[in-house]
């Protein structure tokens, strides 16, 4: 069966084209041919793709090494043959380098079936190297668009590392220095590590890489004294019998990732602080207890006016304590609560306590507040917290000693007041100036010091999130805070916070002394330690009460079922061995659905509460217990509804 190909002639003598398609045929081909002589028509036919040019080598019009140079710029694979009855060897081999596939004589066409054959077989042959040319020419640009524009650093270096075969541009964005300077010196990379972990490291890829468990974390320094995490993983690349070849590698920036790790871990630390504070606070309330209230008791029988401010000593002492342990647990936790009515002057005192407690000695602690100071609506947490960043910074900045003043005044503030500071409106405040006679902060760094991970302390001391987080917090409250400071000589942060709306200042009238009686109510109080029992018994009985006792659960219990019918009320703590204080409380209730228990406990965060409201107890209060808060919450126990 004759062999079907698309030809074309480029001759200007018809008859030789004759010639050639009979020379063809007998061959054993089928040309479907076409003949030109112009480079008009030449270039037109090669548009639809012969197989096979066959070109005479000099036309009047037209020559072949032209058809050829017309041929190679088209790109096109397609066989040529020079067919010439004058042509050189010369002039043969220079068309064979420049393209053509193969030459004839005119007087020798016997030849050319076996040509045609050999070119194009050659033409497939090219046009298969061009396709996989083409691939990996495709599949090298798809490796360099994937290697330059990922964010990790991608590398190829020679076996023994002494040369860098490519090293992707995210390098120079990580390392902060050029890629050029890694290919001229490939050691360079390990030069940017930190000291503490260049030797690991640098023995690691040594060993490892050609084992393929090369994976190392460490530090580098920038050129701009910037430090970043690496993560870096490397293996190798083996040839067919088994031989390294090269090796690969990729380099990531885990910064961030470390970051987020170190802040899991400070939360976890912060966990296990407020758990230890809660079962330290638990003991301490319990020891305070019987002093607090013991003290208001015998305040109410002391004559002597010395006796009476000795009691009083201790009995400031003792609240002291107990505003320590709370705020212990406060921060310890982290508990934010929801936005009620906060007493600013409150949360200045107690600042000045923990302030006095922890801060060193040689600070001179002031404090100064109205006495008609308006209350604000906020979270009490969250507003401890801004003072105690704000006195913190102020701690830090007088290493050698100073002045620290706490103050606190009612403003009014107008529209060019607050106009710097949206959304904030116009209306009543309440400003808090925490004031310092530290170093101070330079002109420059003023303006900066409220953006978020901006600090000038140490790397170790400082996180660079203490001021913006205070001031979001104050914003969330619909206030502002504004900074005043002189090098050398302090600086003044002023929070202002948003009086609470149609708020009256906080009375300054003091209580009566005198205190709620009972009526011979029968009480059982239930508490594991004997001073807490002791004490509150003689509170209750010296105030018009008939009290029970139970050292736990079990034993309150018993001491229940025997008075039953007579017990009006139940006191108890509860953290108790044997049957601890919820237990209790779903006993009793089992027992008299109307009984009437107040809880207890050294620790009021909100899981304990709502536990203690599930298991049924009628109200709650936290140790250790004033005298006339017990007395005034078991009072109200018997009151009528409503």
């Known amino acids: ?129 061009q396709i996989a040319a083409a691939a990996l020419s495709a599949s090298e640009e798809r490796f360099r668009e994937l290697a330059e524009t ?106 961030k990732a470390k970051e987020l790790q170190e802040q899991f871990l400070r939360a976890q630390r912060m966990e296990a602080i407020g758990a230890l504070a809660g079962g330290i606070a638990h003991d301490l ?10 003290v208001e008791m015998l305040l109410t029988r002391a004559s002597n006016e010395a006796d009476r401010e000795m009691l009083r000593l201790i009995q400031h002492s003792g609240l002291r304590g107990s505003g320590v342990i709370r705020q212990l647990l406060t921060f310890s936790r982290g508990v934010g609560g929801e936005r009620i009515s906060v007493q600013v002057r409150e949360l200045l005192d107690e600042m000045i306590t923990i302030m006095r407690e922890t801060f060193p000695r040689d600070l001179v602690l002031e404090q100064e507040a109205a006495r008609d100071l308006r209350p604000v609506i906020g979270d009490p947490t969250q507003l401890h917290q801004v003072l105690m960043n704000l006195c913190v910074n102020a701690r830090d900045a007088m290493p050698d000693g100073g002045r620290l003043s706490l103050t606190a005044h009612n403003v009014e503030l107008g ?64 206030g502002f805070i504004t900074v005043v400071s002189t090098p050398g000589h302090g600086t003044t942060f002023t ?23 009972g ?23 010296t105030h018009g009460y008939r009290v029970l006792t139970a050292r736990d659960g079990e034993d309150a219990l018993a001491s229940y079922v025997q008075y039953r019918g007579e017990v009006r009320l139940v006191l108890t703590d509860v953290m108790m061995p044997v049957m601890n204080g919820v237990t209790l409380i779903r006993a009793l209730l089992a027992l008299d659905p109307t009984l009437r228990i107040i809880a207890t406990s050294g620790l009021t965060d909100q899981a304990n509460y709502v536990e203690l409201c599930a298991a049924g107890a009628t109200c709650i209060i936290a140790k250790p217990l004033g005298a006339r808060e017990l007395l005034e919450t078991v009072r109200a126990q018997f009151l009528p509804a409503g």
């Open 1 to 129: 069966m004759d062999q079907p190909l698309r030809l074309l002639i480029v001759e200007d003598c018809p008859a030789d084209a004759e010639l050639l398609v009979r020379e063809l045929r007998r061959a054993g081909f089928a040309p479907a041919w076409q003949r030109v002589d112009t480079e008009p028509e030449y270039l037109a036919r090669l548009a639809e793709e012969p197989e096979l040019v066959i070109s005479d080598y000099e036309m009047p019009q037209f020559n072949g090494l032209r058809a050829l140079e017309l041929l190679r710029a088209s790109g096109r694979l397609i066989p040529f043959i020079i067919v010439s009855g004058t042509i050189g060897e010369e002039t043969a081999v220079a068309a064979i380098k420049q393209g053509a596939t193969d030459y004839l004589l005119k007087d020798r066409l016997t030849r050319l079936g076996m040509a045609v054959t050999h070119a194009l077989a050659e033409g497939r042959h090219r046009r298969e190297r």
């Open 150 to 255: 990922i964010h990790e650093v991608f590398w190829i270096s020679s076996p023994d590392r002494a040369r860098m075969l490519y090293i992707s541009p995210a390098y120079e964005a990580i390392w902060g220095r050029t890629c050029a300077s890694l290919y001229a010196d490939p050691h360079t990379w390990s030069e940017a590590i930190r000291p503490e972990d260049r030797e690991r490291v640098v023995q690691a890829a040594n060993s490892q890489e050609a084992l393929g468990t090369y994976d190392e974390e460490f530090r580098i320094i920038r050129p701009d004294g910037t430090e970043r995490w690496i993560r870096a993983r490397a293996f190798p690349v083996r040839g067919d019998q088994g031989e390294i070849r090269r090796i690969v590698g990729v380099a990531e920036d885990i910064t």
């Open 285 to 294: 309330n319990n020891i305070l207890a019987p002093i607090v209230m013991g």
């Open 415 to 478: 529209p060019a007041e607050v106009q710097a500071h949206p959304p904030t409106r116009p209306g009543p405040y309440v400003t808090v100036r925490v004031a310092d006679t530290g170093h101070g902060i330079p002109l420059d760094l003023v303006g900066r010091i409220f953006e978020p991970f901006f600090t000038t302390k140490p790397l170790s001391k400082g996180t660079g999130l203490g001021l913006s987080t205070a001031l979001g917090i104050i914003r969330s409250h619909g």
């Open 495 to 517: 929070v202002h916070l948003p009086a609470a709306p149609g708020a009256a200042p906080e009375s300054t009238a003091e209580e009566p002394d005198d205190l709620p009686r």
């Open 519 to 541: 009526q011979g109510e029968l009480i059982l109080v239930v508490d594991d330690e004997e001073p807490v029992r002791t004490v509150t018994q003689l509170m209750l009985v």
